[in-house]
C-alpha cells in the first residue's frame, strides 16, 4: 500500500544523545514535513523540504535538523535529545507545494527523552 | 496572520446524533480549509477540503462542511454519528502561496455515547 513510513515506532532515549528519525515515501511526492504534536497544542512544523535538495525551517526549528537528498527520504536528527523534545513525530508528504495540496502522514513515531 | 481556532476540546455526542464540530479562522488572504481525522495511535486522514467554488464541501464518511466567509467559519457536521466516528478532529487553514505554512488548530475530540 502506497503512503508513508516512519521508524521507529517508538522509542526511549536518554537525554543529549543523538537520535534519527527515519521517514520514506513511495508516492513520489515533491514535498515533506515533520511536525510535532504535543497535547492540546495541535501539530507544529518542524521543518519541510519543497523539494529534493532543499528544506526550510518551520515553527519550532530548534534542536533538529534534516535533510533530502533524494525524493523518498527525508530523516530528522536530534543531535542531543533534550527532555522538551518529548513528543510524537509525523512526517508527512503533499504532491505539490501549493496551499491547495493536502497532506498525506505516517503514523508517527512516540518518542520520550529521559 | 493566519490562525484557527477550535471551539471545545472535547465533545460527545449520543450515537445517531448530529455531529457539529466547530471551526474558526483568521486570514489575511481567502484561505484554503482542511478537516484532517486522526484515529488513535494514527497519522492524520484528510477528511475533506475547501480550496475555490462551492462553498458546502462533502467528504469521506459522510462528513461535510460549509466555508463561510462572513463568519469565518468553516464547520463540520455529519447528520448522523457512528461509533466509529470516535476520534481527534482538527480543523487546518493555509494559504495559496505554500502548503507549509499550514497552520493546524489543537483539535477537538469526539466521544460516541452508545
Known amino acids: 500500500i502506497a503512503g508513508i513510513t516512519q ?4 522509542q526511549i532515549l536518554a537525554a ?9 515515501q513511495d508516492m513520489r511526492h515533491n514535498a515533506m514535513y515533520w511536525y510535532r504534536q504535543d497535547l492540546g497544542l495541535g501539530l507544529r512544523l ?13 515553527e519550532v526549528p530548534d534542536g533538529y535538523s534534516v535533510s533530502r537528498a533524494n525524493t523518498d527520504d527525508f530523516p530528522l536528527t536530534l543531535a542531543s535529545a533534550v527532555p522538551s523534545q518529548t513528543s510524537v513525530y509525523f512526517c508527512a508528504s503533499s504532491e505539490g507545494t501549493g496551499g491547495n495540496q493536502p497532506q498525506h502522514f505516517g503514523d ?5 527523552i529521559l | 496572520a493566519q490562525s484557527v481556532t477550535q471551539l471545545g476540546s472535547h465533545v460527545s455526542v449520543s450515537e445517531g ?3 457539529l464540530l466547530r471551526c474558526n479562522y483568521s486570514s489575511s488572504v481567502p484561505p484554503y ?6 484515529y488513535p495511535n494514527q497519522g492524520l486522514q484528510l477528511l475533506l477540503k475547501y480550496t475555490t467554488g462551492a462553498t458546502l464541501v462533502k467528504g469521506i464518511n459522510g462528513f461535510e462542511a460549509e466555508f463561510k466567509k462572513s463568519e469565518t467559519s468553516f464547520h463540520l457536521t ?3 454519528a457512528h461509533m466509529s466516528d470516535a476520534a481527534e478532529y482538527f480543523c487546518a487553514v493555509t494559504r495559496y502561496s505554500s502548503a507549509s505554512k499550514i497552520i493546524f488548530g489543537s483539535g ?5 455515547r452508545p
Do not use: D
Open chain 1, 108 to 112: 508517527g513515531t512516540r518518542l520520550s
Open chain 2, 108 to 112: 477537538t475530540r469526539l466521544s460516541i
Open chain 2, 17 to 19: 446524533a448530529l455531529v
Open chain 1, 46 to 58: 518542524i521543518h519541510y523540504s519543497n523539494t529534493a535538495g532543499t528544506t526550510g525551517k518551520g
Open chain 1, 16 to 24: 543529549g544523545r543523538r537520535m534519527t528519525l527515519r521517514c520514506t
Open chain 2, 33 to 38: 480549509l482542511f478537516w484532517y481525522v486522526q
Open chain 1, 7 to 10: 521508524a521507529p515506532t517508538s
Open chain 2, 78 to 80: 455529519k447528520p448522523s
